[in-house]
């Protein structure tokens, strides 16, 4: 099986890919109109094995929108916080992982989602 290994050049590597990332914003393209502003959090851990493996969640199947579904953590930012605290606030309350703000290796584009996010 080809995986990639959860180690520190894995890490780098990402970081400099990110750091060399020209991130699109939604807003300089004008997708924001009418859209909630929201942040997830793309995990990346190790699979118990020394591989890499991204942490996912299920949404419960008692909500009435996207039910079953599986998600990246995240949420809807709160009023005067960054995409970074949203973030880090929604693993927190999601799924019980408290990240350090050093721990983000960087930043990708705003998506525009059809669920108005």
């Given at each position: 099986?080809?995986?990639?290994?959860?180690?520190?050049?894995?890490?780098?590597?990402?970081?400099?890919?990110?750091?060399?990332?020209v991130a699109a914003s939604s807003q300089a393209q004008g997708q924001t109109q009418g859209l909630k502003?929201?942040?997830?959090?793309?995990?990346?851990?190790?699979?118990?094995?020394?591989?890499?493996?991204?942490?996912?969640?299920?949404?419960?199947?008692?909500?009435?929108?996207?039910?079953?579904?599986?998600?990246?953590?995240?949420?809807?930012?709160?009023?005067?916080?960054?995409?970074?605290?949203?973030?880090?606030?929604?693993?927190?309350?999601?799924?019980?992982?408290?990240?350090?703000?050093?721990?983000?290796?960087?930043?990708?584009?705003?998506?525009?989602?059809?669920?108005?996010?």
């Amino acid at each position: 099986m080809n995986f990639l290994r959860f180690n520190d050049a894995l890490r780098a590597a990402i970081t400099r890919n990110l750091t060399s990332l020209v991130a699109a914003s939604s807003q300089a393209q004008g997708q924001t109109q009418g859209l909630k502003r929201a942040a997830v959090c793309l995990i990346l851990t190790d699979d118990g094995e020394g591989g890499a493996a991204l942490v996912l969640t299920r949404r419960a199947e008692r909500l009435s929108t996207h039910s079953g579904q599986y998600a990246l953590p995240g949420g809807r930012m709160d009023t005067g916080e960054s995409p970074a605290e949203a973030a880090l606030r929604e693993a927190r309350e999601e799924i019980g992982i408290e990240l350090a703000p050093e721990s983000i290796l960087g930043r990708l584009d705003d998506y525009p989602t059809r669920s108005g996010y």
